[in-house]
């Protein structure tokens, strides 16, 4: 199991709905993404930073290892902005305005990712997946993805054991012999894929599989009260952002 | 982020340690896009979804076997992005997949696997986002998977051998999906001298100009793969309609199949 989906499972809010989380969670992201960077996304990453470690009980160090690799690219996207093209300096200057253009787009996207953990963090996928069905996502779509979900895991352990097996056959010390080893790695995860699937499809047509993936989702209504909060607390922030925009900008 | 010996190839001892290595796959992350920009993408990657989806559930009503062959189709797809691949340069990054994908099992289920694998990068691994789906999907499970299957169907018309016709299908998919992800970004954040072309000249020199060595080893990954399937698996990809079906043998049915 990834590491967020682990932590998600066992989240202390692993038995809200997740359409609690979901409101919360990207509601956050939107406004992040809706309100003007300082101080909008300032005070949403704050905010979501405390939920995530406050009352959601996400450890941080978990936490951070899934954060930095959002930011990496962030940095990265966030450095053309500031340079120029053309113009009267040169072909390449400095450009006016670039290091806060680059910084409200860090702060932002900070904020944005922040809210986006809080509901994964919180919300196992298996517990996801199979709602999305009452929210107008086709069945087969729906099972589709909960067959992809389930075998990615398995297949990334088939394929960490034949990179192992490689490797203890020195199938990486030469240029060569790793080219031809990612390629047997890359057909060996078809094959097995596909073998997997035709012995899935064999045993439950033993059990009178008829199209539909039925698993057990945990029962969860949705609170009223913690959806509420969770409106409440939207709409503070984003009125504190109003108030606060004139003063400091 | 776990070294890993490029002697030894230890260091991957986890399902985590390897789909770490999917970060370098280039997607835009959360937030990144303005949101009508992030909506427009959006709109514009919908009727391409929701034609896979169509074709999809069309195929699944037909034939409910087909659920797992899809399904085991993205894992394959996800799995595929986790590998690493030597760049011609020395350097390492990972494969989007797109153009074998969409060779195997064609750009409208292409599509929704592709959705399916964005959205679980976003949210088991936090690469890519959920306001930035829509563009992410039109770069990887729309454009790329279009044009990488358009360059071997083309090549496949004219009677190019099978390999040369992978290998443009890859490197196309691969470079265009960059590309597409530089217009994107450029699009978003023009360059204050120049506009628009000035910011696709930053974002593709930092962005796209890279992958090109990059798109050339996925491109002789992914002949290295179709070979060894070529002698491995002919059934399966005579069902895909990878390979011509022998007559008589090999069924409309069949070939339906996870397509």
Same mark, same amino acid.
């Given at each position: ?249 | ?77 996800? @799995? /595929?992005?986790?590998?690493? +691949? ?7 990054? %990972?494969?989007?997949? #797109?153009? !074998? *994908? $969409? ?8 599509? @929704? /696997?592709?959705?399916?694998? +964005? ?7 936090? %690469?890519?986002?959920? #306001?930035? !789906? *829509? $563009? ?124």
């Amino acid at each position: 199991m990834l590491p967020i989906d682990a932590a998600a499972h066992s989240s202390r809010w692993r038995r809200r709905h997740p359409v609690d989380k979901a409101v919360l969670g990207f509601g956050l992201t939107v406004l992040a993404i809706s309100l003007p960077p300082w101080p909008g996304a300032a005070l949403v990453l704050v905010t979501a930073l405390a939920v995530l470690l406050g009352p959601a009980g996400v450890p941080g160090r978990g936490l951070w290892r899934a954060y930095r690799v959002p930011l990496g690219f962030c940095v990265t996207g966030a450095l053309p902005l500031l340079v120029q093209v053309g113009g009267p300096g040169g072909f390449l200057t400095a450009a006016e305005g670039g290091p806060v253009r680059a910084g409200e787009l860090l702060l932002r996207t900070s904020a944005a990712t922040l809210g986006v953990l809080l509901f994964a963090f919180t919300t196992p996928m298996s517990d996801l997946l199979p709602r999305l069905v009452r929210a107008g996502v086709p069945a087969p779509v729906v099972d589709v993805a909960l067959v992809t979900y389930r075998m990615s895991f398995l297949l990334l352990d088939s394929v960490r054991r034949v990179r192992q097996a490689q490797a203890a056959r020195l199938g990486h010390t030469g240029r060569a012999a790793a080219w031809r080893s990612l390629g047997g790695l890359g057909a060996t995860a078809f094959v097995r894929a596909f073998d997997r699937a035709a012995r899935l499809q064999s045993g439950l047509a033993g059990r009178g599989y008829d199209g539909t993936l039925r698993v057990l989702v945990p029962e969860a209504r949705v609170s009223v009260r913690f959806t509420a909060a969770s409106v409440a607390l939207l709409a503070a922030l984003a009125g504190l952002t109003l108030v606060l925009e004139g003063p400091l900008s | 982020m776990v070294p890993v010996s490029q002697e030894t190839g230890q260091g991957a001892s986890s399902i985590h340690e390897v789909l770490e290595r999917v970060c370098r796959v280039m997607h835009i992350a959360e937030g990144f896009l303005p949101p009508a920009h992030a909506i427009a993408w959006g709109a514009a990657s919908a009727p391409f979804v929701v034609h896979g989806v169509r074709s999809l559930t069309r195929e699944v009503r037909e034939h409910p076997e087909s659920t797992l062959l899809l399904g085991a189709s993205g894992a394959f797809t996800f @799995v /595929l992005s986790a590998l690493k +691949l030597p760049s011609v340069t020395g350097s390492c990054s %990972h494969p989007t997949g #797109t153009g !074998l *994908g $969409a060779i195997l099992f064609r750009p409208p289920v292409m599509a @929704v /696997l592709g959705t399916i694998t +964005l959205l679980f990068q976003a949210l088991l691994l936090a %690469h890519g986002g959920l #306001t930035t !789906l *829509g $563009a992410n999907v039109f770069s990887m499970a729309v454009v790329g998977p279009w044009a990488g299957y358009g360059a071997y169907r083309l090549l496949r018309h004219y009677d190019v051998p099978l390999m040369v016709t992978v290998f443009c299908g890859a490197f196309v998919a691969d470079l265009s999906t960059y590309c597409v992800t530089s217009v994107q970004l450029a699009l978003a954040f023009p360059d204050p001298g120049s506009g628009f072309l000035g910011a696709l000249g930053k974002f593709g020199s930092v962005f796209a100009v890279t992958q090109i060595p990059l798109a050339v080893s996925e491109g002789l990954l992914t002949v290295i793969v179709m070979r060894l399937l070529v002698q491995s698996s002919k059934g399966e990809l005579t069902r895909l309609g990878v390979l011509p079906a022998k007559s008589g043998t090999t069924g409309a049915k069949e070939q339906a199949v996870a397509r």
